[in-house]
């Protein structure tokens, strides 16, 4: 069993920066794919970025260069970098955990932590 809950959402101009942490229980934790989801009011949810035990990354083409993900397996934490922020990217934000790359679906999620950006 995993436990996500992620904080570090706000309030944030176009062209700011925010940095989301999800912290995780279990002992684990390295050993999972982690990811950051987002949906927006009236918009399906959609993956963001997500990071594999190894390290490895992918990303959403909207976020492209402006976002990074990274882990801290010894803080069993994940975290999301956001910069360059644009009204688009305002949403709810969740942090999500799989045991590996095969698994169709995340298996445990976060509470989620809001992020606006305003124009």
């Known amino acids: 069993q995993v436990q996500l809950v992620e904080s570090g959402g706000g309030l944030v101009q176009t062209g700011g920066s925010l940095r989301l942490s999800c912290a995780a229980s279990?002992?684990?934790?390295?050993?999972?794919?982690m990811a950051w989801f987002r949906q927006a009011p009236g918009k399906e949810r959609e993956l963001v970025a997500r990071i594999t035990s190894a390290g490895n990354t992918a990303y959403v083409d909207s976020v492209k260069g402006r976002f990074t993900i990274s882990r801290d397996n010894a803080e069993n934490t994940v975290y999301l970098q956001m910069n360059s922020l644009k009204p688009e990217d305002t949403a709810d934000y969740y942090c999500a955990a799989k045991a590996n790359l095969l698994v169709p679906k995340y298996t445990f999620w976060g509470q989620g932590t809001q992020v606006t950006v305003s124009s």
């Open positions: 279990g002992r684990t934790f390295s050993n999972y794919v």
